[in-house]
């Protein structure tokens, strides 16, 4: 961790704005490195199937939510 | 409630729709409206704007700034706050995919919605306000001016914020408005 990382964590407190913006960022952030996961695992090939059980999601909800991207 | 609406006033709610689904927002916003009224065909409202200083590239910029729902971008400062360095991610995450990935995904950039685009609450309480603006002013239309005025109440999102940035308020574009338009009755 940076000292301004550190900083921040230890003034992270129960403050509910703080907390709750930085779940918003983490969401935002989480979405981003999915769609790059998935999309890099299927360029090389990977099924819907295989990418669903490391995800440890359902094979559907993967294929929904990522079908309208064309791989 | 269009009726008493100016030509140029509907022709900034429909090309409200146009920046919406550009800027590929899953509503209608009031900064949209904003980004109609200063980027789309002259009008008073664009007027009184440029003359506080606030133009077509200002707000394109700010909007910019905004995610595409309206909310900001991924805050490195409040992933701080779970021990997340963002600048560290991006740096990982480009090392794999490439400059500018993290970014690029459409969840970053949000998708482009299609067909029809509702107006959310903020932008229908500014064209409310808009009408009432008018009643107060004791005009017999709704102007862009006034749309102008409906989105200066706090209540209607992220274009109040961005014009309040620049200094543009609610008391001092009233003022402004009523003159512009009495020195048009007058002419």
């Known amino acids: 961790m940076t000292d301004a990382t550190k900083v921040a964590a230890a003034a992270s407190s129960r403050d509910p704005a703080v907390g709750l913006a930085a779940v918003a ?40 939510k990522y079908r309208r991207f064309g791989f | 409630m269009f009726e008493r609406f100016s030509h140029e006033a509907r022709l900034v709610v429909v090309s409200a729709q146009e920046q919406a689904r550009e800027r590929a927002g899953d509503s209608i916003r009031s900064e949209h409206l ?25 707000v394109d910029a700010e909007i910019g700034r905004l995610r595409p729902d309206g909310s900001p971008p991924p805050d490195a400062e409040a992933l701080a706050t779970l021990g997340i360095d963002l600048d560290e991610v991006r740096r990982q995450v480009e090392e794999a995919f490439g400059l500018g990935a993290l970014e690029r995904t459409r969840a970053a950039r949000g998708r482009a919605p299609r067909g029809h685009i509702p107006f959310d609450r903020g932008a229908k309480k500014v064209l409310e306000l808009a009408l009432r603006e008018a009643l107060r002013l004791k005009h017999n239309f709704i102007g862009t001016e006034h749309i102008l005025l409906g989105m200066l109440h706090s209540e209607t999102g992220a274009a109040q914020q961005i014009l309040a940035s620049h200094g543009v308020g609610l008391d001092a574009t009233r003022v402004i408005v009523d003159e512009l338009v009495r020195g048009q009755q007058a002419g």
């Open chain 2, 34 to 58: 904003l980004a109609a009224m200063v980027l789309g065909r002259p009008n008073p409202a664009a007027v009184v704007l440029k003359s506080l200083g606030v133009d077509g590239a200002v």
């Open chain 1, 25 to 64: 960022s983490l969401r935002v952030l989480l979405e981003s490195l999915e769609e790059l996961q998935v999309t890099n695992a299927r360029a090389q090939g990977w099924s819907w199937q295989q990418i669903a059980e490391v995800l440890r999601v359902s094979r559907q909800a993967v294929h929904k």
